[in-house]
Nanobody, 126 residues
Framework: QVPLVESGGGSVQAGGSLRLSCAAS????????MGWFRQPPGKEREGVAS???????SYADSGKGRFTISQDNANNTLYLEMNSLKPEDTAMYYC????????????????????WGQGTQVTVSS
C-alpha cells in the first residue's frame, strides 16, 4: 500500500487557484512533520510548506501569502491551497512525511522525510 497519494494537480492560467490533496494512512497523523515539496522542470526539489503535529506551519518565501497548508486529521488528508498562481509555480508537487519529530527549522531538509508520494503535476500558463 502506497502510504501517501497526491491529487489535485492540473493546468491553470496565471492568477488561478488549485488545491492539492495528499491522502495518507492514519499511521502518519499525530506525530512528526508533514510537508509539501516541488520540483520545477530542470531544477532541484525544494520545500514549499510544512505542518507539524502541533499545527505549526512554515512556508518558503515563494509561497508566503499565496499558499496555505492544512490537514484534516479526521480524513487523514494533507492539503495545499494555492492561490494567485504564477508560471514559476509550475512543478511536480510532492507530499512527504517524517514521523519521528516535529518540523522545526529543518523542515526543508528532504533527507529527514522517510515517506514520499508519487507527485502531482501543476502547470501554470501565462
Amino acid at each position: 500500500q502506497v502510504p501517501l497519494v497526491e491529487s489535485g494537480g492540473g493546468s491553470v492560467q496565471a492568477g488561478g487557484s488549485l488545491r492539492l490533496s495528499c491522502a495518507a494512512s492514519g499511521y502518519f497523523y499525530g506525530t512528526g512533520c508533514m510537508g509539501w515539496f516541488r520540483q520545477p522542470p530542470g531544477k532541484e526539489r525544494e520545500g514549499v510548506a510544512s505542518i507539524d503535529s502541533g499545527g505549526t506551519t512554515s512556508y518558503a518565501d515563494s509561497g508566503k501569502g499565496r499558499f496555505t497548508i492544512s490537514q484534516d486529521n479526521a480524513n487523514n488528508t494533507l492539503y495545499l491551497e494555492m492561490n494567485s498562481l504564477k508560471p514559476e509555480d509550475t512543478a511536480m508537487y510532492y507530499c512527504a512525511a517524517d514521523r519521528s519529530s516535529r518540523c522545526g527549522s529543518s523542515w526543508t531538509r528532504q533527507y529527514r522525510f522517510g515517506y514520499w508520494g508519487q507527485g502531482t503535476q501543476v502547470t501554470v500558463s501565462s
